[in-house]
Nanobody, 114 residues
Framework: QVQVVESGGGLVQAGGSLRLSCAASGHTISPPAMGWYRQAPGKEREFVAGISSGGNTNYADSVKGRFTISRDNAKNTLSLQMNSLKPEDTAVYYC????????WGQGTQVTVSS
């Protein structure tokens, strides 16, 4: 059974940093494509960053230059380093894994105060 578990959310002031982590297990494709989406209150879930099975990364324009996605294939973990956070980054952040079906974590709350 595939499991995707996020951690690392919290409350931070604008301009601060947070690091999210995602632990994956039970997947058959290694390494799988993984990434992050987020959903703010009253808004649709939106793509944040992703990394392909081959290691290619892509980012939403709104986070380019501020967020960095990385993975540790040996540990089956994914990270999202978030710097220069803004109040508009406030959302629940969801980790996803594709192996080959799409799996989601339960989400972790990130709140950026102004």
């Amino acid at each position: 059974q595939v499991q995707v578990v996020e951690s690392g959310g919290g409350l931070v002031q604008a301009g601060g940093s947070l690091r999210l982590s995602c632990a994956a297990s039970g997947h058959t494709i290694s390494p799988p494509a993984m990434g992050w989406y987020r959903q703010a209150p009253g808004k649709e879930r939106e793509f944040v960053a992703g990394i392909s099975s081959g290691g290619n990364t892509n980012y939403a324009d709104s986070v380019k230059g501020r967020f960095t996605i990385s993975r540790d294939n040996a540990k089956n973990t994914l990270s999202l380093q978030m710097n220069s956070l803004k109040p508009e980054d406030t959302a629940v952040y969801y980790c996803y894994l594709r192996s080959p079906a799409l799996y989601w974590g339960q989400g972790t709350q990130v709140t950026v105060s102004s």
